[in-house]
């Protein structure tokens, strides 16, 4: 006989109370954001590039008078025209930046000032055509004269198909773009991340002296634009390099320049992310070695690297794609060899081809995509490493060792200090290398081009407001998806959502936002070219750091809070103002300093955004390279470095008195 425990409970769906409707509302509006300003704008750009413009010549017909302005030769389709054009028939015209043709293309001897006068017409009412400012339709003839008829442009008409693909896989220059990117960031990521380890384990595992020194050399490249190791490396490996001689003949413009730069760069990535997994480790495991009597070596290959080979795939994978995504290096010191994210700039900025810049984006997001899903995957498989009984290691000195350690970090150090060392020295002399005395003239920015000071001046700002606006939306919507009761499907959601930022370079982010914003129908259309645009997309492309620290740290709160704040039947934001934000303080500042640091060095994401009202100091080192004015980008690259080094001076020390006042309950007082 079956127990009344046995016997199945009925579902009682829990009543939802204003709290509940509230976070799930602040859920939504924050998700809405991401959709707008990420989802909705890659759309854009993915039907972009499967979209094929093509122009129906036979839709349209074309008669010419002779002299005395008579209609006497018959109409002509503009197919038939174009059929007869020699040697080159352009049957198959491809669409400008502004998806027209002017038809006077297919007449060679056509002058605006001839008496000759036309008249023309669309076969049916499918043919729209436009004289001046006014759109035509139908099979009504408007006659013209030479100088209106200039004027008169068809519309192309749309189709999605992957002809745009056959193109670019058909383009050899363009195709090798995808070799020359995966080759680089497969070498760079096997470099790079070979000297973080060795860095990181030098800092984890030894006692060396100086490690405050050496962690806070490893990090200076995160406070600096990543074209700005490519203008040190000109000023050492160029043609008048004062190290020219050590490349052997070889040339710094190309392969050699990018590996070097992507490493100096790509650096304090892969060294935190290993330096991380290399701290987590249980002493215990190195005392049954010893025990054991295995060698030093074993130990290493047995414990050291299966310990930490989370942290090395997952620094590997970071490297990957902050290397193949990369859009200033390259474009500074890349020479004629082509990558992926270049060829978009070359595409949209060169050529005004908007399709096919669409198509390298693409092609851009499949690598990046790829490397981001294995790297969730690898971490998914993450198992911990530290148990209750575990007992923390720590290293016990060794002079042999500790004294090679310490000479290899300082040949690291001297690597970074000696990049930035450059960059500061050109930026500071008169006229490399014939008049090396020092002067401030590059320091005068409005005598260059890049947007002079107000350049700097935009650049401050956009990193205050992404900032601020920045900590606050990825903030709220940590909180909600990690606090909010139920509604799991909606939080999954939101969850994918934030993840997505990650996975997206910043070229194709940038362009996507030409396609979405920039479109007269859409509402949104009056942020284009304004700081808001700017804001916007910064905050986009790096939400998906910050909100993982964000829920790193709402992790570590009991649950027991917000229980016992309903138990008193105290509103959710009072709990989330007087106890949430106080105790995740450390997190929050995080957070505004990492917004802050990215958006006044970020290149890529608002290359393609930016006005002559907006100038940004990192696209203004760009420009000023592109213009020849090499000093005053370093010179510019350094107000960046300067100004990152100052805010995390700041930082260090606001942190330091607010986490006085707002964490004083955890020690008790």
């Known amino acids: 006989m079956a127990s009344v425990s046995d016997i199945p409970k009925p579902f009682v769906k829990p009543k939802l109370g204003r709290d509940d409707w509230m976070q799930r509302g602040f859920m939504a509006m924050i998700a809405i954001y991401l959709i707008v300003a990420l989802a909705m704008p890659l759309y854009a750009m993915l039907s972009k590039a499967f979209s094929t413009y093509t122009f129906d010549l036979s839709l349209y017909e074309v008669q010419v008078s002779d002299k005395d302005g008579n209609f006497n030769a018959p109409a002509k389709t503009l197919l038939a025209l174009n059929n007869a054009l020699d040697p080159k028939p352009i049957k198959r015209l491809s669409t400008s930046n502004t998806g027209r043709k002017g038809v006077t293309k297919l007449f060679p001897d056509f002058s605006f000032r001839s008496p000759v006068k036309y008249r023309f017409r669309g076969i049916d009412e499918n043919a729209v055509y436009i004289v001046g400012s006014k759109r035509f339709t139908g099979p009504d003839w408007q006659e013209l004269d030479s100088n209106t008829f200039r004027r008169v442009v068809i519309r192309p008409t749309r189709d999605v198909g992957l002809s745009n693909f056959v193109t670019y896989f058909s383009t050899p220059s363009l195709f090798q773009s995808i070799q020359n990117s995966l080759l680089i960031a497969a070498i760079s990521t096997v470099i790079t991340v070979s000297l973080a380890f060795w860095f990181a384990y030098a800092l984890a595992r030894s006692t060396m002296r100086f490690k405050g020194f050496f962690r806070m050399v490893a990090m200076m490249p995160i406070l600096v634009p990543s074209l700005l190791p490519g203008i040190a490396l000109i000023y050492m490996f ?125 092609v851009l997001l499949v690598p990046a995509v790829l490397a981001f899903a294995i790297d969730r995957q690898v971490q998914k498989k993450q198992v911990a490493l530290l148990s209750a009984r575990s007992v923390v290691f720590e290293p016990k000195p060794d002079r042999k060792y500790d004294r090679i350690f310490l000479i290899y970090s300082s040949l690291v150090a001297l690597f970074i200090v000696g990049i930035i060392a450059v960059c500061q020295f050109a930026a500071v002399i008169k006229f490399w290398p014939y008049d090396l005395s020092l002067s401030l003239n590059n320091y005068d920015f409005d005598r260059m081009d890049g947007g002079g000071w107000g350049s700097y001046k935009n650049s401050l ?63 949104l259309n009056f942020i284009y070219g304004t700081m808001i645009i700017l804001v916007v997309s910064t905050v986009t492309h790096f939400y998906t750091v910050s909100h993982l620290t964000a829920i790193t740290a709402l992790k570590q709160m009991d649950t027991e809070f917000e229980s016992v704040s309903q138990s008193l039947k105290q509103p959710f934001y009072k709990l989330f103002w007087r106890v949430t934000v106080p105790v995740s303080m450390p997190a929050i500042l995080n957070i505004s300093i990492y917004l802050f640091v990215n958006a006044m060095t970020t290149v890529s994401a608002v290359v393609f955004l930016y006005s002559t009202n907006t100038a940004l100091a990192s696209v203004a080192v760009l420009n000023m390279d592109d213009a020849g004015d090499i000093a005053p980008a370093a010179a510019m690259g350094m107000m960046i470095f300067y100004t990152n080094a100052g805010a995390r001076i700041l930082h260090a020390l606001a942190s330091r008195r607010l986490l006085k006042r707002s964490e004083a309950w955890r020690k008790g007082g």
């Not at 270049?342 to 908007?354: L, R, S």
């Not at 709220?476 to 939101?494: D, S």
């Open 238 to 362: 160029g043609k008048q390099g004062f190290l020219n001689g050590l490349l052997m003949g070889q040339s710094i413009y190309g392969p050699i320049g990018i590996v070097i730069g992507s490493v100096f760069f790509t650096f304090p990535h892969a060294m935190i992310i290993i330096a991380t997994a290399l701290s987590i480790s249980d002493a215990r495991l190195y005392e049954a070695s010893v025990s054991l009597k295995a060698s030093r070596w074993k130990t290493f290959w047995t414990v050291t690297i299966p310990g930490a080979r989370y942290g090395l795939f997952s620094a590997a994978f970071v490297v990957f794609n902050l290397v193949i995504t990369d859009f200033g290096l390259p474009k500074v010191i890349g020479g004629k060899f082509n990558m992926l994210a270049v060829d978009i700039y070359k595409q949209v900025i060169g050529q005004q081809n908007f399709e096919m810049g669409a198509v390298v984006s693409v």
């Open 461 to 523: 700002l956009l990193a205050l407001l992404t900032a601020i606006i920045g900590t606050v939306v990825v903030f709220l919507g940590g909180y909600m998806v990690e606090k909010t009761k139920g509604f799991a499907k909606g939080r999954a959601l939101f969850q994918a959502l934030a993840m997505l930022p990650m996975a997206i370079p910043g070229m194709v982010l940038g362009l996507s936002y030409i396609f979405f914003f920039n479109n007269p129908d859409n509402p």
